[in-house]
């Protein structure tokens, strides 16, 4: 398989144009899925630079490997990015030059029937980036009640039927435990009109999909240990794809490009914060309607660069 089959990079140029500073400085792309940042950022860097990848995903590693197997300046690690810390620490690394992330699924998680991650296939209501860790979204949701069920709808899936179709959800697992995408569309297609039933059961896979991989935390729990990690002239750049995702990252580039944080109404600063970031993309960079038309993933992609001091 070619890298673009397994997956379309999106904002790739951009993306990787913001991250190289030094040709022979070291990176880490947290979100290798096929492969293709990391390719760029191989071709980028010189001999002496280097890359230090993570998934959680076995396809996308399994893939990787063999893609890169001829490569010796790369070192993919089946891991959450989340651990950035203890990754750098066994690897003996101190600092790095970069940190990229493009957040979200890729294109052979999204159409591979054996990942688990769309309504379109009959599988397992899975959702793990990682089948090995943690439990399967059909434990969560078969011991959810229904008020759970439409918290998680209506935060992480921006639902305006939350309540309605969790209470259907809830009915159902009264009954009969829930294994089986299928048997969660064939729930939800009974209280949701049809021209309208794709889009929610997306809703619906997205919301839970966050919820089970803890995406908000990881990305939180990344960009607080990232910062101590980049040399200074370093930079960190987010690829999102979800509204609440781009406002962590909104919000933690604008609080750290800030000296103090205190209230507008204390006459001295009490916090002492330092300044540690300078924000390289004052407003969202997004796909333009050229990659769009030919990769229409690229849609909700939101990208976001800063430099550490
Ligand atoms: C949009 S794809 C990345 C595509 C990649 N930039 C490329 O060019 O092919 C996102 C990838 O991130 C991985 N992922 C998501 N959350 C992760 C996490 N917390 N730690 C490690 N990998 C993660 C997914 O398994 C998926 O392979």
Same mark, same amino acid.
């Given at each position: 398989? !070619?890298?673009?089959?397994?997956?379309?990079?999106?904002?790739?140029?951009?993306? /990787?144009?913001?991250? /190289?500073?030094?040709?022979?400085?070291?990176?880490? =792309?947290?979100?290798?899925?096929?492969?293709?940042?990391?390719?760029?950022?191989?071709?980028? $860097?010189?001999?002496?630079?280097? &890359?230090?990848?993570?998934?959680?995903?076995?396809?996308?590693?399994?893939?990787? @490997?063999?893609?890169?197997?001829?490569?010796?300046?790369? /070192? $993919?690690?089946?891991?959450?990015?989340?651990?950035?810390?203890? *990754?750098?620490?066994?690897? @003996?690394?101190?600092?790095?030059?970069?940190?990229?992330?493009?957040?979200?699924?890729?294109? +052979?998680?999204?159409?591979?029937?054996?990942?688990?991650?769309?309504?379109?296939?009959?599988?397992?209501?899975?959702?793990?980036?990682?089948?090995?860790?943690?439990?399967?979204?059909?434990?969560?949701?078969?011991?959810?009640?229904?008020?759970?069920?439409?918290?998680? &709808?209506?935060? +992480?899936?921006?639902?305006?039927?939350?309540?309605?179709?969790?209470?259907?959800?809830?009915?159902?697992?009264?009954?009969?435990? *829930?294994?089986?995408?299928?048997?969660?569309?064939?729930?939800?297609?009974?209280?949701?009109?049809?021209?309208?039933? @794709? =889009?929610?059961?997306?809703?619906?896979? !997205?919301?839970?999909? $966050?919820?089970?991989?803890?995406?908000?935390?990881? &990305?939180?729990?990344? &960009?607080? =240990?990232? $910062?101590?990690?980049?040399?200074?002239?370093?930079?960190?750049?987010?690829?999102? +794809?979800?509204?609440?995702?781009?406002? /962590?990252?909104?919000?933690?580039?604008?609080?750290?490009?800030?000296?103090?944080?205190?209230?507008?109404?204390?006459?001295?600063?009490?916090?002492?914060?330092?300044?540690?970031?300078?924000?390289?993309?004052?407003?969202?960079?997004?796909?333009?309607?050229?990659?769009?038309?030919?990769?229409?993933?690229?849609?909700?992609?939101?990208?976001?660069?800063?430099?550490?001091?």
């Amino acid at each position: 398989m !070619q890298t673009n089959e397994f997956h379309k990079p999106v904002l790739l140029e951009t993306a /990787i144009e913001f991250l /190289i500073t030094d040709p022979n400085g070291i990176y880490f =792309d947290g979100t290798l899925g096929g492969g293709g940042y990391s390719e760029l950022i191989l071709k980028k $860097i010189s001999r002496e630079g280097r &890359l230090i990848a993570t998934d959680l995903d076995d396809a996308a590693i399994n893939f990787c @490997n063999e893609k890169f197997k001829d490569e010796n300046r790369i /070192i $993919i690690v089946k891991e959450n990015f989340r651990n950035i810390r203890t *990754i750098f620490k066994k690897l @003996n690394v101190p600092k790095i030059k970069g940190a990229v992330l493009d957040l979200g699924i890729s294109s +052979y998680q999204i159409d591979s029937p054996s990942e688990g991650f769309s309504y379109r296939f009959e599988t397992d209501f899975d959702l793990r980036f990682d089948k090995t860790k943690g439990n399967p979204a059909y434990e969560f949701i078969n011991q959810m009640e229904a008020k759970e069920i439409a918290e998680i &709808l209506r935060i +992480y899936g921006e639902e305006r039927f939350a309540f309605k179709i969790a209470r259907v959800i809830e009915n159902y697992t009264k009954k009969k435990s *829930i294994r089986k995408t299928n048997e969660l569309v064939d729930i939800i297609s009974k209280v949701t009109p049809r021209h309208k039933l @794709n =889009d929610t059961l997306s809703r619906v896979f !997205q919301a839970f999909r $966050i919820y089970v991989n803890d995406e908000l935390n990881n &990305l939180k729990t990344f &960009l607080n =240990d990232v $910062i101590d990690l980049i040399e200074s002239g370093g930079r960190i750049v987010i690829v999102s +794809y979800h509204s609440l995702e781009d406002r /962590i990252v909104k919000e933690f580039f604008n609080l750290n490009s800030q000296n103090c944080s205190c209230p507008p109404e204390f006459e001295k600063c009490i916090c002492g914060k330092k300044m540690r970031l300078k924000k390289l993309t004052k407003k969202i960079i997004t796909p333009d309607e050229s990659e769009i038309k030919l990769n229409p993933r690229a849609r909700s992609a939101k990208l976001r660069a800063a430099e550490v001091l």
